[in-house]
């Protein structure tokens, strides 16, 4: 053996070195930044039009006036905090009405449990607000900075004019972006054309300002930079959607039943997949579908259209990705099993597939949830009372024993008038024989009745006092009642409460 083979074989026999052991494995990896393709077809323009409206609705809807009278704000969509009201367009709810709020809520997790036992991820591939302005920024970046190899280049390139030119475009329009964005959040809870020319004059609260310059800075952040990292590693939703999912709901597939295997477009004996990667680039997440199921996967079908844009330049049948059912990618690769790539295996897989059962017992649990807690919602709106009355009785003292020796009880009386009539209400007390009713200050009518006005779209406070002649035997406790009427007589709202006197 030479004296110049001896290291190389020396090197050659010694054992493979052992992986680096868990403890000196990195932790954390460096985000490799993602630059997805544009794209064009059926699904992109469809995500155009979700876009356009998301974003339409959002920033157009707190400019939409709504006449609800004098002294009543007239935005149609306004969360009043200061009058402590939520208005939208004719509905008005007050405070103890929250549980309306509660169940929209309810009502639209039910819903996105039903879309996604169906559809898959629909909501986070096309509604979701961390999709749409992650696609409005990723637009702006494509206009400004030029396409995905575009982009690389200038990433990798000189920082030069050219890079820091464009570069401070394109934050410079997500800054615009962000602060509109923002703006318009705050419009939802204040009057827009008011707050807009605070905020643009200088005139506007700190407490403005500072929810101003909030969301301005999230939208910019998670928008801009994060992206689909809070789709991946900040959004909780993906993990437990899959619990919504079963083998007959739509997700977007490769089907690698004629895709596999992979090979050149020419070659003899491959599938459909001639690995250009095309799926790859135009994905936002910068996943590959053919992996199969990801977490990282939103469901938003581009890479629906990047492979049918290559299959019919190859003159191929589209399809080879596609919204599919676990379900019939099974059955279609159980049939084509052994069969070799070709016409014949593409026919007969897609003859195995089935109609996805859209009706099933997933689907109709979340519809039939869905349903009782939206007629619950509507039955109580429907009967939502417009008047109510609530009764205070004082508890120091519990009773009062005046000169004569009369017992009285005190209570304050609030009435809630959810409408704007403003005409006065009779108060009539229903009590045993011999107790008085008497309002401070309060007008009477013909019977004698005291009248109570109601402050229209308020609430109204009255100091009501309830008083026993001296020598009348009562108990220590005497349930009594307040009722109020209107002009008609009828009963409008009523509450009970009770009279204490001393122990016998």
């Not at 707190?62 to 006449?67: A, G, L, M, Q, S």
């Amino acid at each position: 053996m030479s004296t110049i083979e001896a290291p190389h074989r020396a090197k050659a026999d010694r054992p493979a070195a052992a992986p680096p052991a868990a403890a000196d494995q990195p932790l954390y990896a460096t985000r490799q930044k993602v630059y997805p393709k544009r794209v064009f077809g059926l699904v992109r323009s469809v995500k155009w039009a979700v876009l356009v409206l998301c974003l339409a609705l959002y920033y157009i809807v707190p400019w939409i006036r709504w006449d609800r009278g004098e002294g009543v704000p007239n935005q149609a969509v306004l969360v009043d905090m200061w009058n402590a009201r939520l208005f939208f367009f004719w509905i008005e709810l007050w405070p103890q009405e929250i549980y309306f709020l509660a169940g929209a809520l309810i009502l639209g997790a039910f819903a996105l449990f039903a879309v996604s036992s169906l559809f898959g991820r629909l909501w986070c591939g096309f509604t979701c607000p961390q999709t749409v302005w992650t696609d409005l920024f990723m637009f702006v970046e494509r206009w400004i900075q030029g396409d995905r190899n575009a982009r690389m280049k200038l990433d990798q390139g000189p920082r030069n004019a050219n890079y820091w030119v464009r570069k401070g475009l394109t934050h410079l329009v997500w800054l615009l972006i962000a602060a509109a964005t923002g703006g318009a959040w705050i419009m939802y809870f204040n009057d827009a054309p008011t707050v807009t020319r605070e905020i643009l004059t200088g005139q506007a609260t700190l407490k403005v300002y500072f929810f101003f310059a909030l969301f301005s800075g999230f939208t910019y952040l998670l928008a801009g930079w994060a992206r689909e990292q809070v789709c991946t590693y900040m959004c909780p939703w993906p993990r437990f959607q899959a619990a919504m999912l079963d083998e007959n709901s739509l997700v977007v597939t490769y089907r690698d039943w004629r895709g596999e295997p992979r090979g050149k477009a020419k070659a003899e004996g491959v599938g459909d997949c001639v690995d250009c990667f095309a799926c790859v680039h135009v994905c936002p997440t910068g996943i590959d579908i053919r992996d199969g199921q990801q977490l990282e996967c939103i469901g938003c079908g581009l890479c629906i259209d990047a492979c049918d844009s290559v299959m019919a330049k190859l003159g191929r049948p589209k399809g080879l990705i596609a919204f599919e059912t676990l379900k019939n990618l099974a059955a279609s690769q159980a049939a084509t099993a052994g069969m070799p790539a070709g016409p014949e295996r593409h026919a007969c897989g897609m003859k195995a597939r089935s109609v996805p059962r859209f009706i099933r017992p997933r689907t109709l649990l979340y519809a039939g949830a869905l349903s009782a807690v939206a007629l619950a919602m509507l039955g109580a709106f429907l009967l939502r009372s417009t008047l109510d009355v609530t009764v205070l009785r004082d508890r120091a003292p519990l009773f009062v024993r005046l000169s004569d020796g009369s017992i009285r009880n005190a209570y304050t009386i609030k009435i809630v008038n959810k409408t704007r009539e403003e005409a006065p209400l009779a108060l009539v007390l229903q009590a045993p024989q011999g107790f008085a009713l008497s309002v401070p200050d309060a007008a009477t009518d013909p019977a004698g009745r005291p009248l109570l006005s109601r402050r229209p779209d308020g609430i109204s406070q009255y100091r009501v006092f309830v008083t026993v002649p001296p020598g009348q035997r009562l108990p220590e406790s005497t349930p009594v009642s307040f009722r109020l009427l209107d002009a008609g007589g009828r009963a409008a709202a009523s509450q009970s409460s009770v009279f204490l006197g001393p122990r016998s």
